[in-house]
């Protein structure tokens, strides 16, 4: 199971750091990602990272958002800085259990959390 914390609402410019906690037995061989989804829209995605920690990102959050994760504890974050409007939505996490390098690509994720909402106003 994943289970997101960190959301909430922040003005324009502000910051928010979103964490995606593993239970149960997982495969660490594969990558992590976060996605988001706001009403009216389709699902994107955001970053991915692999067990390595290579990391990959969307074009419009790249200089602003970091993922990360602590394997020692099994949580990932997203740490989001100088957040836009545009960053508005529910955001998700999600494991692959094939895919070793990190991918934005959603249908490589197979187990997806319940989501945690950021709004951002202007």
């Known amino acids: 199971h994943l289970v997101e914390a960190g959301g909430g609402s922040v003005e324009a410019g502000g910051s928010l750091r979103l964490s995606c906690e593993v239970t149960?037995?997982?495969?660490?061989?594969?990558?992590t990602g976060w996605f988001r989804q706001d009403s009216g829209k389709e699902r994107e995605a955001v970053a991915s990272?692999?067990?390595?920690?290579?990391?990959t990102y969307a074009d419009p959050v790249k200089g602003r958002f970091l993922i990360s994760k602590d394997n020692a504890k099994g949580i990932y974050y997203l740490e989001m800085n100088n957040l836009k409007p545009d960053d508005t939505g529910m955001y998700y996490c999600a494991l692959s259990t094939v895919i070793p390098r990190a991918t934005l690509r959603s249908d490589g994720y197979s187990v997806w959390g319940q989501g945690t909402q950021v709004t951002v106003s202007s």
């Open positions: 149960g037995a997982t495969d660490s061989r594969y990558c």
């Open positions: 990272i692999d067990r390595n920690g290579r990391a």
